[in-house]
């Protein structure tokens, strides 16, 4: 199996400032097609969760630009140019390379 | 889109259970569909996914030999069959649409208890 881990686990950020979650995964995720499967949900309080980024950095349809994603082979990042108070909620990453397998999360809340 | 999660209920270790996901909003025989569960409390974890015709299911290790995914494409409803339940499979059960899980439905809970 792909063992996904990420950093830090809990972030408490300050409105307007940026943020970014890592998450390493124990293989790579470039497909021979080219494209690598990384995917970042955010799940809000109480909620259901929610694509953000797929394909490590491109952004899901309705997803604010104010979150971007990066990386390759195994190692990712998911930034946020300035946080809102929308934001709180826990971020998981996901490889979709060999089946699926998610991180365990970070959790984001306000300062 | 809209996915909407049924049959979620209280049973017994050792017991069955039949989820049920109508799905409504897009082409549902074209796509993946996925379920994923989340423990009270706890992180997301991948179950089950079945092929657009549904030729091919796949399914993580924790649940392999228990559990069967199955869908009804003239019905637009994918199900998950749980058997031999236990403790640990409590948990909010999601459906999730295409491998990129794009649209979620809200879940419905799980509880193996006696």
């Known amino acids: 199996d792909i063992v996904m881990t990420q950093t830090p686990l809990s972030l408490s950020v300050t409105p307007g400032q940026p943020a970014s979650i890592s998450c390493t995964s124990s293989?790579?995720?470039?497909?021979?097609?080219?494209?690598?499967?990384l995917y970042w949900y955010l799940q809000k309080p109480g909620q259901s969760p929610q694509l953000l980024i797929y394909?490590?950095?491109i952004r899901f349809s309705g997803a604010p630009d104010r979150f971007s994603g990066s990386g390759s082979g195994t190692d990712f990042t998911l930034r946020i140019s300035r946080v809102e108070a929308e934001d709180v909620g826990v971020y998981y990453c996901?490889?979709?390379?060999?089946?699926?397998?998610f991180g365990p999360g970070t959790k984001v809340d306000i300062k | 889109v809209q996915l909407v999660e049924s049959g979620g209920a209280l049973v017994q270790p050792g017991g069955s259970l039949r989820l049920s996901c109508a799905a409504s909003?897009?082409?549902?025989?074209?796509?993946?569909m996925t379920w994923v569960r989340q423990a009270p409390g706890k992180g997301l974890e991948w179950v089950s996914a079945?092929?657009?015709?549904?030729?091919?299911?796949y399914y993580a290790g924790a649940v392999k030999g228990r559990f069967t995914i199955s869908r009804d494409n003239s019905k637009d409803t994918v199900y998950l069959q749980m058997s031999r339940l236990r403790v640990e499979d409590s948990a909010l059960y999601y459906c999730?649409?295409?491998?990129?899980?794009?649209?979620w439905g809200r879940g419905t809970l799980v509880t193996v208890s006696s």
């Open positions: 996901m490889q979709g390379m060999n089946l699926f397998n």
């Open positions: 293989e790579s995720l470039l497909h021979s097609d080219g494209k690598t499967y």
């Open positions: 079945i092929s657009a015709n549904g030729v091919n299911t």
């Open positions: 999730s649409k295409n491998t990129a899980h794009e649209d």
């Open positions: 909003g897009f082409a549902f025989n074209t796509y993946v």
């Open positions: 394909e490590a950095s």
